[in-house]
């Protein structure tokens, strides 16, 4: 068996891994950049109304024989590992007759996404990749591992083929809700693993001052607890760990959850998976309508959806009223201007930035200083820190470790044992 990662070897995002034998050929995960290639943020504008041999000489797609629509093709099988764009982006540049095997968690949040920002149904095939349910054609034999991780439903895989056993961690931590899987892992170790591809993200970062979600859970009660006005949670709808910290923080408090109607959308889906994700009718959660959303619903043929969901309408005079008890979702600033506007006795209110600090920038800052605003950090990572990658390797005790979807590749001789670190199209013989 061989092993190439065409994307993903010394950077973050992005990811793109291929498998092969003689017979058969598998990419594993397909990932939109998060950085170009002076590793500024990647905007993703630069693809449009490109060809894919536009895009494979700006070294955004890579070459890779036998992927692309239009192309006789050779590869067997794609594997997503979750639902973040660095992971599965670039899937609709691929031949649609390959079979995609994802959960169906994750095939939950690429559908509910695209409805939002009005994109095309995909066309892909495929496949469900269930925990621990191998999954074989050609010479490869596949068993998908349910991990904890920001991105809900995501998965681990072990890829087994000529003999070998090669195990891709996709991105994992050991400190959130579903921390047991962690546990059970390094409990009970695979063996044999002739190659461990491992992510290191947090590698480089610093400590995190919440160690868990359940400390951000009791930060943001305590910040509910005292609150005189609204108080706003920035975060991502598809981290669903962080919700369920939000609404356990608004129970014991008695706040509402604000939400809008792309997480409604979101956490309605993901219940009907796990019966313990919040749902939109459940008590003390919100839903503030926002035209841009309720016009692609609308749009996509689900006003049925909106009809359902005014029952649990909120609107900005009852926000005003009541703002002392509001925890306002606000992912972007898509609603958040709009209430700094409209609420009253906003000066003093608190921002929780409950996500990674890199997208928070200097010009948001300085308008939260000019409105009175007071930001404040709480977030626990959706990547395994240095502690947990150690306990990892050491259990697993691959003959090889290769990192992935890390700028500290560089670092993990001196931090792991058995390291190999590759390049982007370099070749390795399991």
Known sequence: ???????????????????RTDNSRILVDFGMPLVDRERERF????????SVAQLQELGILPSIEGLYRGTRRSIDAIL????????????DYADPEI????????????????????????????????????????????????????????????????????????????????????????DHPLKNIDCLLMEGTMLGRGNQVYKNEEEVEKRITEILAESK?????FTSSQNIDRLVSAYRACLKTDSILAIDLYTALILDKLNAISRGIPRSDWKNIRIKFLKRHADALAEAGQKELLY?????????????????????LARDNSV????????????????????????????????????????????????????????????????????????????????????????DGEVLEI
């Open 336 to 423: 958040f201007p709009l209430l700094l506007k409209r609420v009253t006795g906003i000066r003093g209110a608190r921002i929780l930035y409950s996500m990674w600090e890199g997208y928070l920038t200097e010009r948001f800052r300085g308008f939260c200083r000019e409105k009175g605003l007071v930001l404040e950090s709480v977030h626990t990572g959706g990547h395994a820190g240095l502690e947990y990658l150690r306990e990892f390797a050491a259990a697993l005790k691959p003959a090889r470790l290769v990192p992935i979807h890390t700028f500290g590749g560089d670092t993990y001789p001196a931090l792991f044992e058995n390291v190999m670190i590759l390049k």
């Open 229 to 233: 006005t609204i108080t706003f949670l």
């Open 1 to 19: 068996m061989k092993l190439i990662i065409h994307r993903g070897a010394r950077e973050i995002g992005g990811n793109c891994v291929e498998l």
């Open 99 to 186: 079979p995609v095997y994802l959960s169906r968690g994750a095939r939950e949040l690429v559908e509910i996404t695209d409805l939002f920002v009005r994109r095309k149904t995909r066309d892909w095939t495929t496949r469900p990749a269930e925990p621990r349910k191998p999954i074989t054609f050609g010479d490869f034999k596949i068993t998908p591992y349910l991990v904890d991780h920001s991105a809900f439903d995501a998965r681990a895989f072990l890829i087994e083929a000529d003999g070998r056993r090669v195990f891709y961690s996709g991105d994992f931590r050991g400190h959130g809700r579903k921390s047991v899987l962690f546990r059970r892992m390094i």
């Open 308 to 328: 359902r969901y005014n029952e649990r309408k909120i609107k900005l005079d009852e926000i005003d009223e009541k703002k002392d008890r509001i925890l306002m």
């Open 43 to 50: 905007d993703s504008r630069v693809m449009q109304g490109k």
């Open 80 to 91: 997503i590992s979750h639902a973040h764009m660095d992971h599965y982006g670039l899937l």
